[in-house]
């Protein structure tokens, strides 16, 4: 019996090594813990919605295995922060080991109160992390600002003011026969799929100083350019003649659906607008009048403009830019259609009565950056089904695309590019050796003397194509 004794003995001595191991693992030298950052910071959270989860590394940085004797949330339960430690959810812990030369990954919420201000405001926290005699701090930031919030309204004729944000859920429906102004300044934000509709009429009433902001309701840097964050704005049949000017509608699936709007009334206007960072279509409009200046069509992921089954449309000194590399574009930036094939499986044809581009750039990553898709009742009078015209104009097409009819092309470049400041950074100012400078026409220039941003485009030797007026520095 004595060899079991032996073994019994040897596994005792083993045991109580490794207590002792245990009871006296590394705390920390001097200089402490390491950490990926030494603060959290979160953009603009609306007041009672959650953020995004950010995350930090603590860092053992020593050769020995250690405990850190305490995690803590200095504003405990109360915080407006919400921890994640080693996988558990909760503001404090206590006696967390860490391995030598490895890390432990903190993750971080926030969800902050409404402070019943209109102004943005400030939220503080702090983790402290004790080892040893040592206690270390990562400070937690947050900026918050309280939210008007309309889930499924139908709205009645209102102004829509740039005191608080509004945060949309669901979907806001303009209702027949109302009018909705929204003033200058004002920004609506959407959640996931939440949408606008207007039965009635709809007024953006921006400025070049306050614009008017369309976007999905993550505020943090990086969603600033990611498309598909929420739904579109939809005119819908029989509503009124809807106007935006000075506003900047982006992130959507879509930005502007437009279906047999002003018809009866008059036409709808979108002047001074930028619709960018679309998944799909930026403006796709359907039998519809609509008259559009001064305005960029940017990154979308299929065509930045689609005037389908017919319509009368006007587009002067626009700029149609895409770029938009998130998935693979088979559209070009602009598409024209004049049919639509109904339940029967029959071509059914609706004139387009006319789309003319003035003064405009149409450019783009694509092979060709202009797209036609028309049937005719009469080949030999094509016209009739499908009048269209590009009138002092850059456009980007294939080789072979035939612009020497004058009846539809008037003093148009193909195929050179207008040098954009940075169409990466979503820039499409012209830079100073663009091809686009000075070569507009006057005419049709001077319904519109200022660009986008506000400068005369009628005072140097010609106005510049598109929606921005290069001014050179004396």
Known sequence: MNWINRC???IACTLSLLACEREFMYRGGEEGLSFSTDTIMFDTIFSSIGSTTKNFRVYNPYDEDMSIESIELAGGDNSDFRLNINGYSESQAQEIHVRAKD???IFVEVTVDPSGTNKPFVVTDSIFFRTKDRQQTVQLIAYGQDVVLMRKEWLKSQTLTNEKPYLIYDYIVVDSTET????????????????????GTLNVNGSAEEPVVFAGHRQEEWYQD?????????????SGASSFNHCIIKNGMMGILADS??????????????IEHISTFGLLAQTSNISVNNSVFGDCGNSSVALTVGGSYTFSHCTFANYFDWTFRSKPAVFLN?????????????????????????????????GF??????????????????????????????????????????????????????????????????????????????????????????????????????
């Open 8 to 10: 019994i003995l040897l």
């Open 103 to 105: 890390s432990l990954y």
């Open 180 to 199: 909705v102004n929204i003033d200058a300044g004002a920004k609506l934000y959407f959640y996931k799929d939440a949408s606008m509709l207007v039965l």
């Open 226 to 238: 990611k498309p598909g964050q929420w739904g579109y704005i939809h005119l819908l049949p029989g």
């Open 261 to 274: 709007v002003g018809l009866k009334e008059e036409t709808v206007k979108i002047q001074n607008t930028k």
């Open 338 to 370: 004049n049919y639509y094939v109904d339940k029967n499986d029959k071509e059914q044809i609706v004139p387009l009565k006319k789309a003319d581009f003035n003064n405009c750039i149409i450019y783009g990553s694509a092979y060709s950056e202009v």
């Open 373 to 474: 898709d028309f049937k005719f009742t009469n080949p030999e009078t094509p016209e009739i089904d499908a009048n269209y015209l590009f009138n002092n104009a850059i456009i980007k097409v294939s080789d072979d695309f035939d612009i020497s009819d004058p009846s539809k092309f008037i003093n148009v470049i193909k195929n050179e590019d207008p040098s954009f400041i940075s169409y990466q950074d979503y820039n499409y100012q012209l830079d100073t050796l663009s091809v686009a400078k000075d070569i507009g026409s006057f005419e049709l220039a001077e319904p519109f003397p200022f660009d986008l941003l506000g400068n005369n485009r009628l005072q140097d030797e010609g106005p510049d194509l598109g929606a921005y007026e290069r001014l050179e520095k004396e």
